[in-house]
């Protein structure tokens, strides 16, 4: 199956100049996924906002995706309630910002975790109430959450295939996945990850390593296994683009948008439309 190519924001520098969307469909990339993290132009201003949308529409691009806040303050498993209402406030201006520029998706961090069984348990719940909020408050503006796959070497909750399950189990409505190449590669065969998740897989953030450390590379330079990965996408009717997250990408922004087109080509089968 041919899929789209897609590219997070983040591969385009934090206060990117919103003419770089040229460069990008120039290469054939035609998805992008907003991050819209505290301290980035569009979390901060709707006019910001606007100038992205509009060099996106003049280059005809899609807004796939947003990326939500995460770390620090913006922790959705908080025990404490007045600092969980916090952080879903701070979530909800990537929400409004995906309403403006008419993506599909929010990608969210399902917050901390711990290793004490107790604490555990209250986080996890307080996930589920914070997910569920968001899922509601999300499908009124037309857009949907994809709760992302996070690495284990951290005390996160959704760090596995079980751990994603057995807290989206317990969620109202259907949250999606957003299936991180580079987390799923730590602590689990990738593979055995995928296809326990299944159609619950709704997005990707694609970047390689070396199966000890979240590096975050171009594919091709760690250890993922790419034709098997393609072939997962296949068996598991994966619809969506080929959506890049990665950070060693070159020392400039031409550079890092022609490593994913060449790597895209490579290790992913992908041809221009």
């Known amino acids: 199956m041919q899929r789209p190519l897609g590219i997070s924001t983040s591969m385009l520098d934090k206060d990117f100049d919103p003419a770089i969307l040229a460069e ?3 290469r054939g ?4 996924e907003l991050v819209c993290t505290e301290g980035i132009p569009v979390y901060e201003s709707d006019e910001a906002v606007e100038a992205v949308l509009n060099a996106g529409r003049q280059n005809h691009l899609t807004f796939w995706s947003v990326h939500a806040p995460f770390g620090g303050a913006v922790d959705l498993s908080k025990p404490e309630e007045l600092a969980r209402r916090d952080a879903i406030g701070r979530v909800l201006r990537a929400v409004e910002v995906g309403r403006m520029v008419g993506a599909g998706l929010v990608v969210i961090h399902a917050g901390i975790d711990s290793a004490q ?8 719940r307080q996930a589920i109430r914070s997910i569920n909020e968001l899922v509601k408050r999300a499908s009124q503006a037309g857009l949907a959450i994809a709760v992302e796959y996070l690495p284990n070497n951290k005390e996160r909750l959704c760090n596995s295939a079980e751990s994603c399950r057995r807290l989206l189990d317990y969620v109202d409505g259907e949250p999606g996945i957003c299936f991180d190449t580079n987390h799923a590669n730590l602590g689990e065969s990738l593979s055995q990850a995928m296809t326990a998740l299944g159609d619950r897989i709704t997005t990707l953030h694609i970047s390689d390593n070396d199966g000890v450390e979240e590096r975050h590379t171009m594919p091709g330079t760690g250890t993922i296994d790419w034709a098997e990965f393609l072939r997962l996408l296949d068996e598991i009717d994966y619809q969506g683009p080929l959506m890049y997250e990665a950070s060693n990408a ?9 490593l994913t087109v060449r790597t895209a080509r490579e290790f992913l089968a992908w041809q221009p439309a």
């Open 117 to 124: 069984a107790q604490e555990h348990e209250q986080r996890r």
């Open 250 to 258: 070159g020392d400039s922004v031409p550079e890092r948008l022609d």
């Open 29 to 32: 990339i035609t998805h992008l």
């Open 24 to 26: 990008v469909a120039q």
